[in-house]
């Protein structure tokens, strides 16, 4: 029994359709190439899938960009000349753009003012006054964030010092100096109650020398705090 014909129409069941567009696949490519070989003819198939996968063929004596000059001469017209012409729009645009940009930029840098009428130019004011205001707020942010953050690294830097201090068990001793001697009680002998109002007490840190005794003549003499 011979097979039966079949109704060409939409395959509905998703499985059988893809099944199907293989099987034939296969057979066209094959058709494609014994035209090759037994006919010496160029031959390009393109085809994609419901599902969207591309397969083509070509003959080994050419490529696909062959077939394609081949066809536009045979038919005297051109595939990408709508394509081209979009392009060559799109690229007229994106140049008047840049022309505007760069006219814009010279015109806020106090360039190519003559042609300005009254109304361009105070709008043109108005937007340097609104950059210049936003300019001067970031900066003042900038300022302020840096500001802030160096304050937390002397206070981080002040805060290991005392860490320090404190591991190695030390104390701050003040630095040496002279200190009036307003107090009086000095028993210098005769002559001394006179001279105490310019009398001196001398401090010093634990490394420095035992000044006691130490007098450089006078009514001036050094004692330890």
């Known amino acids: 029994m011979g097979r039966g014909k079949i109704e060409i129409k939409r395959i509905e ?9 293989s099987k034939r696949r296969t057979g066209i490519m094959k058709k494609a190439r ?10 390009a198939i393109i085809m994609f899938s419901s599902t969207g ?5 070509c003959s080994p004596s050419t490529d696909i960009k062959g077939i394609f000059d081949r066809y536009q001469q045979a038919i005297g017209t051109s595939l990408w ?3 081209y012409e979009n392009m060559q729009r799109t690229l007229s645009h994106l140049k008047d753009i840049n ?20 109304d361009e130019l105070r709008g043109l004011e108005q937007n340097v006054d609104a950059a210049l205001k936003e300019v001067r707020h970031r900066k003042y942010h900038v300022i302020t964030t840096q500001t802030e953050t160096y304050k937390k690294k002397v206070k ?9 201090q404190q591991e190695l068990g030390l104390r701050e001793e003040p630095a040496f100096g002279f200190v009036d001697n307003t107090g009086g009680g000095w028993d ?6 006179a001279a105490a109002a ?13 000044l006691h005794g130490m007098a450089y003549g006078g009514n001036h003499d050094l004692r330890l705090g």
Do not use: W
Request: charged share 25%.
């Open 99 to 118: 022309r505007n940009l760069r006219t814009e930029i010279r015109q806020r840098m106090g360039e190519d003012l003559d042609g300005l009428e009254f």
């Open 53 to 57: 996968k591309y397969h083509e063929f």
């Open 198 to 210: 310019d009398m001196f007490a001398f401090r010093v840190v634990p490394s420095q020398p035992n």
């Open 34 to 43: 014994e035209l090759t070989v037994l006919c010496d003819a160029q031959v």
């Open 156 to 164: 981080h830097s002040y805060e290991a010092y005392e860490t320090l």
């Open 81 to 83: 000349i709508e394509q």
């Open 13 to 21: 069941n998703a499985t059988n359709r893809q099944v199907t567009y």
């Open 188 to 193: 210098g002998g005769a002559g001394a109650g």
